[in-house]
């Protein structure tokens, strides 16, 4: 079965640094889009970012951009998103999934949180 673990949130400052890390079981990684997501307390989930199977063509939602930047390794199974200049409003728990998953309530890990406070 599809499994998703993501890791790496933690309290940052305003301004600093996180990499979030995703590892994926179950299915065949390396075919698939990968996105993160996030979700804030009384917030709908949230598209951050995509990236293409091959790692090509990465977007990301405007709030964004020039801060994150989403990437992958196949060989590992592992999706990553890297963010930068983090803002107060980035606080959410962040989860990642497959687009093909992501209609699917069960696909979905725990997440990892993520509090920027200052």
């Known amino acids: 079965q599809v499994q998703l673990e993501e890791s790496g949130g933690d309290l940052v400052q305003p301004g600093g640094s996180l990499r979030l890390s995703c590892a994926a079981s179950?299915?065949?990684?390396?075919?698939?889009?990968m996105s993160w997501y996030r979700q804030a307390p009384g917030k709908e989930r949230e598209l951050v970012a995509s990236i293409g199977s091959t790692g090509a063509n990465p977007t990301y939602v405007a709030s964004v951009k020039g801060r994150f930047a989403i990437s992958r390794d196949n060989n590992r199974n592992t999706l990553y998103l890297q963010m930068n200049s983090l803002k107060l409003e980035d606080t959410a728990t962040y989860y990642c999934?497959?687009?093909?998953?992501?209609?699917?309530?069960?696909?979905w890990g725990k997440g990892t949180q993520v509090t920027v406070s200052s």
């Open positions: 179950g299915f065949t990684f390396s075919m698939k889009a």
């Open positions: 999934n497959a687009a093909i998953f992501a209609g699917i309530k069960g696909s």
